[in-house]
């Protein structure tokens, strides 16, 4: 049986992610319009960090996920690199 992991709730260590260019092999969570939509590791990031592949377990295995002004994704704090 699949079980769909819960969006994070605030404060629980999860924290937004502006830049997507270092996120390469960290687990994070994607929301459109402020809805939580998919949780996974991110694979690999284009150079400029507009666009990151999304492995997950389910039906399917890995989605492509474009920055857009509606998509925001989150990264968990113990999981951030300062600068």
């Known amino acids: 049986m699949f079980t769909r992991r819960r969006a994070a709730e605030p404060g ?14 960290r687990t994070i969570e994607v929301y459109e319009n402020g809805e939580f939509v998919d949780c996974g590791k991110v694979e690999t ?10 492995r997950f377990q389910g039906n399917f295995q890995r989605r492509i996920i474009e920055k857009l002004p509606e998509v925001s994704v989150r990264v968990r704090l113990d999981q951030v690199q300062p600068d």
Request: charge should be negative; proline fraction near 4%.
């Open 12 to 25: 629980d260590g999860w924290v937004l992610a502006t830049d997507w260019t270092g996120l390469k092999g």
């Open 45 to 54: 990031i284009t150079p400029d960090g507009k666009l990151l592949w999304l």
